[in-house]
């Protein structure tokens, strides 16, 4: 009997993140070596760009509403993960998210959700040592408003005390109800653009983090600018045009590394997509790679027992192995810094 996986994620300009699972699914569906071949379903739901998340917190009831659904990937933003992760527990489904960081994510024990990606917590703490790894010591913070705006920002206050850095000024923001790009950020940028700081830190999603690094150029800021890891797609450029030079973005993803299995992944990516996997697209293949190799070593696509066969495990990944606490988060995945140059991010760190 067949079973349906489902993908919940905004639109991207980019091939990303549901061109990624897509080609996992394909490739298992046309194995001749495994029992899963022919029997996986693709379903996908298309989320909202806003910071509240209430666009994903409501698809996670229609997903749930589809009893073939044994599996959840995506949900964006962490406002959206983090309710949707109730609605899965509570009908027994498992939830893959892959850039979900807000650490409470996986505070509450939950048995079924799993996050891909390194946490606030530790985003923060290598952006920090980053930083004062190339002496960048005076800081300036903008962060909006929004649960993962705040979540980010709360932690890099602290790691940038924890790591010798002078954080000269912290503003925050209101996500507009306006279009973004209708937002105009340069009069909380006047008085700032006159301190002395060799860095500034930003903690938004995109699009609206690309207006504000667009209006700190214009306002004469060319210092680096760090930014979590929101800001690894490429929108950023289509967005941000020039004004993107010189931006550094966390990453659990580098797409420069050479482990065989990224090789590989990245050739049969170009083969089917015509061009090279970003961010989302490695994430996308991870996430299903992981739950059709825990079906398979289950043996069985009951939700319990593949989230006790991934939580109980080492996995072989595109980047390396990796494993999982028990409340889920993962672990063994190092975090890259990227720059971005012309449209491409190289990464540096």
Not at 6 to 31: D, K
Not at 62 to 70: K, N, P, Y
Not at 288 to 299: E, G, R, V
Request: charged residues 25%; negative net charge.
């Amino acid at each position: 009997r067949g079973f349906t996986v489902a993908v919940v994620w905004p639109p991207h300009r980019e091939l990303g993140f549901v061109p990624g699972v897509q080609l996992g699914v394909e490739e298992a569906n046309a194995s001749n070596t495994h029992h899963l071949s022919g029997k996986i379903r693709l379903k996908r739901f298309t989320e909202g760009w806003d910071s509240s998340g209430r666009s994903g917190a409501e698809i996670a009831h229609r997903v749930v509403a589809d009893d073939d659904v044994v599996a959840v990937f995506g949900h964006e933003v962490s406002a959206s993960a983090v309710p949707s992760s109730l609605t899965y527990e509570n009908h027994g489904i498992l939830f893959l998210t892959p850039k979900s960081t807000d650490p409470r994510l996986t505070h509450h024990g939950f048995r079924y959700t799993f996050r891909l990606t390194p946490n606030d917590r530790q985003i923060a703490a290598a952006l920090t040592k980053f930083a004062a790894a190339r002496g960048w010591k005076r800081i300036g913070l903008y962060f909006a408003r929004s649960p993962g705006g705040e979540s980010v920002g709360e932690q890099l206050i602290s790691a940038a005390s924890e790591n010798g850095l002078d954080l000269v000024f912290s503003r925050s923001y209101l996500p507009s109800e306006a279009s973004w790009a209708e937002m105009d950020f340069r009069p909380m940028i006047a008085g700032d653009s006159r301190e002395k700081v060799d860095a500034v830190m930003i903690c938004d999603q995109l699009p609206r983090g690309a207006k504000l690094i667009v209006d700190l150029r214009k306002m004469g800021m060319g210092q680096p600018i760090i930014g979590c890891d929101k800001l690894d797609d490429g929108m950023l450029w289509d967005l941000a045009q020039q004004a993107a030079n010189g931006v550094y973005v966390a990453s659990a993803v580098d797409p420069d590394a050479t482990t065989p299995q990224f090789l590989a992944f990245k050739e049969k990516f170009r083969r089917r997509w015509g061009e090279n996997p970003g961010y989302g697209a490695s994430q996308g293949y991870e996430a299903f790679s992981l739950l059709a190799q825990a079906i398979l070593d289950s043996d069985s696509a009951e939700p319990l027992i593949v989230a006790t066969t991934i939580r109980n495990m080492t996995w072989k990944g595109l980047f390396g192995e990796f494993s999982f606490t028990p409340e889920g988060d993962i672990q063994g995945r190092h975090i890259s810094i990227k720059r971005q140059e012309d449209g491409k991010f190289i990464t540096v760190h």
